[in-house]
């Protein structure tokens, strides 16, 4: 069974994204074109790669994810380095250790850049704020002068995953052609995570035909749905609020394309209450939303007729 997929966004949650890819590997789904924002990235990207649900599962219980919360010494002196990193940096962390991170592990399966998979393979959702535009990677990097083939994965990765204030922007400049005329800051283009402007781009792959069947490929969202969506947050300072602003980005975006006219193409994962950002996860924690997206996988091919 031939499918597309698409894997939403939502932080730490998106472990529970490898439970729903196991359940879909026992269903014979076998993954011809992969998407995904933030988390879903990089769930995309390990699928692409080669990685299994299994090996995913593993990846992530080896790694503890407060590694990718670093930053200079200078930045953690209480009350006065977190604030002046954000003004300074435009970022509690800078999301090089995640990046470094995604590309190691990428390397175990001899994956760098795009030219390392098949042409459309993978695409990674990003949002440039500079032109206020949605940013679909590799493709869209032609317009900075990039050549798509040949940009890493984990840059790509990294972009995605740029929660706005949590982590840095990662800053591309202008090449060749797409940087003349304009001034030296003209030059520098702002990215970060692509649920900025959607977090579920499940359009993606719509009306793509089997070139071997001549029939429509059938598109999969991989959607992470929890026990905090509609709740009220508690906000007690700039941060707080920032995170509030960022749950309520990551639950409210392309709810009405969803449901519209998508659900019955949808696996919805209870994220049982875990925030989008508790990088402190235990692995209890872990191995529970693993198994949530292993049964919410294991209902919708259950029942989906494709």
Same mark, same amino acid.
């Given at each position: 069974?031939?499918?597309?997929?698409?894997?939403?966004g939502?932080?730490v949650?998106?472990i529970?994204? *490898?439970?729903?890819?196991?359940?879909a590997?026992?269903?014979?789904?076998?993954?011809?074109?992969?998407?995904?924002?933030?988390?879903?990235?990089?769930?995309?990207?390990?699928?692409?790669?080669?990685?299994?649900?299994?090996?995913?599962?593993?990846?992530?219980n080896?790694t503890?994810?407060?590694?990718?919360?670093?930053?200079?010494?200078?930045f953690?002196?209480?009350?006065?380095g977190p604030p002046?990193?954000?003004?300074?940096?435009?970022?509690?962390?800078?999301?090089?250790a995640?990046?470094?991170?995604?590309?190691?592990?990428?390397?175990?399966?001899?994956i760098?850049?795009f030219s390392?998979?098949? +042409?459309?393979k993978?695409?990674?959702v990003a949002?440039?704020?500079s032109?206020?535009?949605i940013?679909?990677l590799?493709?869209g990097?032609?317009?900075?002068g990039?050549n +798509?083939d040949?940009?890493?994965i984990?840059?790509?990765v990294r972009m995605?995953?740029s929660?706005?204030?949590?982590?840095?922007?990662?800053?591309?400049?202008?090449?060749?052609? *797409?940087?003349?005329?304009?001034?030296? *800051?003209?030059?520098?283009?702002y990215?970060v995570?692509?649920?900025?402007? $959607?977090?579920? +781009?499940?359009?993606?792959?719509d009306?793509e035909? $089997?070139?071997t #069947?001549?029939?429509?490929?059938?598109?999969?969202?991989?959607?992470?749905?929890?026990?905090k969506?509609?709740l009220?947050?508690?906000?007690?300072g +700039?941060?707080?609020?920032?995170? *509030?602003?960022?749950?309520?980005?990551l639950?409210?975006?392309?709810?009405?394309?969803?449901?519209?006219?998508?659900?019955?193409? #949808?696996?919805?994962i209870? #994220?049982?209450?875990?925030g989008?950002t508790n990088?402190?996860?235990?692995?209890?924690? $872990?191995?529970?939303?693993?198994q949530?997206?292993?049964?919410a996988?294991?209902k919708f091919?259950?029942?989906?007729?494709?």
């Amino acid at each position: 069974m031939l499918i597309n997929a698409v894997f939403e966004g939502g932080g730490v949650r998106g472990i529970s994204l *490898a439970g729903a890819v196991k359940s879909a590997e026992q269903a014979d789904a076998v993954f011809h074109r992969l998407a995904g924002t933030s988390s879903g990235a990089i769930v995309a990207s390990l699928l692409a790669a080669g990685f299994t649900a299994e090996e995913m599962n593993e990846i992530i219980n080896q790694t503890p994810f407060t590694s990718f919360l670093k930053r200079s010494p200078v930045f953690n002196t209480k009350f006065i380095g977190p604030p002046l990193r954000v003004m300074l940096k435009k970022g509690l962390y800078s999301g090089e250790a995640l990046e470094q991170w995604i590309r190691n592990v990428l390397l175990e399966k001899k994956i760098s850049t795009f030219s390392d998979l098949p +042409p459309g393979k993978l695409q990674i959702v990003a949002s440039d704020i500079s032109n206020g535009k949605i940013l679909i990677l590799p493709d869209g990097l032609r317009k900075f002068g990039f050549n +798509p083939d040949k940009f890493e994965i984990a840059k790509a990765v990294r972009m995605s995953t740029s929660i706005p204030y949590f982590f840095d922007p990662v800053r591309l400049r202008l090449i060749g052609n *797409a940087a003349k005329g304009k001034s030296f *800051a003209g030059q520098f283009v702002y990215v970060v995570d692509g649920a900025l402007l $959607s977090n579920f +781009p499940l359009w993606l792959f719509d009306d793509e035909i $089997s070139r071997t #069947t001549g029939l429509p490929i059938p598109t999969i969202g991989f959607r992470m749905v929890g026990k905090k969506e509609g709740l009220p947050h508690t906000i007690r300072g +700039p941060f707080t609020m920032l995170q *509030a602003l960022f749950e309520t980005m990551l639950s409210a975006h392309d709810e009405r394309y969803i449901e519209r006219d998508t659900s019955f193409r #949808t696996i919805k994962i209870p #994220t049982l209450g875990v925030g989008t950002t508790n990088f402190h996860i235990t692995k209890a924690e $872990s191995a529970a939303l693993f198994q949530s997206g292993v049964e919410a996988g294991n209902k919708f091919f259950g029942t989906w007729k494709g």
